[in-house]
């Protein structure tokens, strides 16, 4: 991958965002834009992602109990997280009509887990996956990966293949943040395909993306999936994108979500917090769609068609994830005001 330079976000670039409260969305305001975004033309679904979703309090009520109430109104509700507390949630996450759960999964080393996490214990994580996964709970895993730190793949894939799940691996995308250290960690997925998971595999699946990228998917024998995506097929000739100073620094196209953050503004646009714009669920669904509009144009129908709402409900993480052997991290929300834990200097695990 060619590694182009593109301007960190400071005070003074359209990327930057002030440091945000530390206060977690309200569950009245939570409802409200999930009602929003329905009446608007959207799908009833929710994404509860970035940060660590289930560190949400309000009302008296957890993160079981805000999904709860979006499934009771009609909602699918998918939850991302870093798995920190599954060994608590996940009787309580099995009872509460949540529609899939995401967890982030790098390593199953203990020691580059924590190195990576910089607050991770990995004997109570996999508790909680293991407990989750004996549950039923309808678990899907993503992983990163890093050169030289792929040998355990096959550990993971036992788990999988054992309890019929998912995993989504990911290569590491380059961003100015860990431009020095991106040659030395960036592992292509192809040969670790090839060497771990293609021996298990019964058949795979192309499935085509209307926007964004498609993916192949490896159906293991005896059951378990692992998924990648193929190269970026984004179209950014269309503003806002065409002439955006972060173009070579983002995943997705422009409109692939509506995030809205514990503040109540939304945006299409994960990098450039310039484009956000106040959320009014007392104005109803006629104010949104026009601020859709103008931002989407034709491209609107589809957007709601086929479009997410991604309520981001905490401002802050348990966990400050960074690249194994040094302080730069991959988290693309670093850069949006938000708190994250100061890491403790942890010596390097051997590859």
Known sequence: MTQTTVPAPTSSTPGAAREMPRQPMRLPAALAAARLWRAA????????????????????LEIDGLISRLAQEGFRVNLTTNGSTLHRLADRLGRCGLSRLRVSWHTTDPALFRQITGFGDYARFERGI????????????????????????????????????????????????????????????????????????????????????????????????????????????????????FQKACLESHGDYLRVDPRLQASLCYLRHDLAFPLDPAGGAGPLRASLAARLGPALPAFLRQGCLRLIIVPFCNQHCSLPGSAGTWCLKASGGYHYPRRERLPTPAP
């Open 41 to 60: 033309g959207g799908p009833a679904e929710v994404e509860l992602g970035a940060l660590e979703p289930t560190l949400w309090r309000d009302s008296g």
């Open 130 to 245: 293991t407990r989750a996964a004996a549950l039923g709970l309808p678990l899907a895993f993503n992983r990163l990966l890093f050169k030289d730190r792929c040998e355990d793949l096959p550990r993971q894939l036992d788990f999988i293949q054992h309890h019929g799940l998912r995993l989504k691996l990911y290569d590491l995308y380059w961003t100015p943040a860990i431009a020095a250290d991106y040659g030395r960690l960036y592992q292509p997925w192809a040969p670790i395909i090839r060497r771990h998971v293609l021996p298990r595999t019964a058949r795979i699946e192309r499935v085509r993306k209307a926007s964004g990228r498609s993916r192949l998917r490896f159906h293991l024998h005896g059951g378990g999936v692992v998924e990648v995506k193929l190269g970026s097929q984004v179209d950014r000739s269309a503003e806002p994108c065409r002439r955006c100073p």
